[in-house]
């Protein structure tokens, strides 16, 4: 049993900030790396930030100076703090996790559900 639940979405007005957390429950042998996407209406997926198990760490062009993934190994929890929200910005933002749930099982993805993230202008 493998749980990821995001939370920390909301509305907020362009410039405004908000912290997404993703808190993974289960245990796993390892985990490769965590991640954030957002999806909007009729849109495809997109990787917007993620974070490896050496630290390695990496966003889409259209964030960068704006948002901060980290996390806290204690916690298995991930963040993302948004800062400067744009209205481009709304979308529902999903945790990613990779990793592997004990030494015989190899690699593999597990999701959340999604939380909202709507900015206005």
């Known amino acids: 049993q493998v749980q990821l639940v995001e939370s920390g979405g909301g509305l907020v007005q362009a410039g405004g900030s908000l912290r997404l957390a993703c808190a993974a429950s289960g245990t796993f042998f390892s985990i490769t790396a965590m991640r954030w996407y957002r999806q909007t209406p009729g849109k495809q997926r997109e990787l917007v930030a993620g974070?490896?198990?050496?630290?390695?760490?990496n966003y889409v062009d259209s964030v960068k100076g704006r948002f901060t993934i980290s996390r806290d190994n204690a916690k298995n929890t991930l963040y993302l703090q948004m800062n400067s929200l744009k209205p481009e910005d709304t979308a529902l933002y999903y945790c990613?996790?990779?990793?592997?749930?004990?030494?015989?099982?190899?690699?593999?993805?597990?999701w959340g559900q999604g939380t909202q993230v709507t900015v206005s202008s």
């Open positions: 990613n996790l990779n990793g592997r749930r004990n030494y015989f099982r190899p690699a593999d993805d597990y």
């Open positions: 974070i490896t198990s050496g630290g390695d760490i």
